[in-house]
């Protein structure tokens, strides 16, 4: 969207970007003024939470199914991992890009609950 400076120097597309490292600095855009007044900023915030938690559970249920069945089918799982994780990279590496560039990329489902989120 605005490549204006919110008084760290750095655009909003950097700090859009910058939510999407991990989970902390996009709660600290969240909870520190100037950055936590932008709409864009806290778009990209929000949607790098619930992407991180969604990338977390993912990864979660199928780590444990690996767990549960080690013996029997563990490289079909290993499989369905490496492509949930490497389906996860790719998105947010978008998502970085797209932030970047001053876009704000709504993921389904998840793209329109942060807009809302951004816009409360």
């Not at 996860?88 to 932030?99: D, N």
């Amino acid at each position: 969207m605005s490549s204006e400076s919110v008084q760290s120097g750095l655009s909003e597309n950097t700090i859009g970007a910058l939510a999407y490292i991990t989970v902390i600095p996009a709660l600290l855009f969240l909870a520190i003024a100037p950055y936590n007044r932008s709409s864009y900023v806290r778009f990209h915030a929000w949607q790098s939470i619930v992407l991180g938690v969604l990338a977390f559970f993912a990864n979660f249920i199928v780590g444990n199914l690996l767990t549960m069945f080690s013996g029997t089918t563990p490289t079909i799982l290993l499989s369905v991992q490496g492509t949930i994780a490497g389906a996860f990279f790719l998105v947010w590496v978008w998502c970085v890009i797209s932030a970047l560039n001053g876009k704000r990329l709504e993921l389904p489902l998840v793209g329109a609950w942060s807009w809302k989120q951004a816009n409360r």
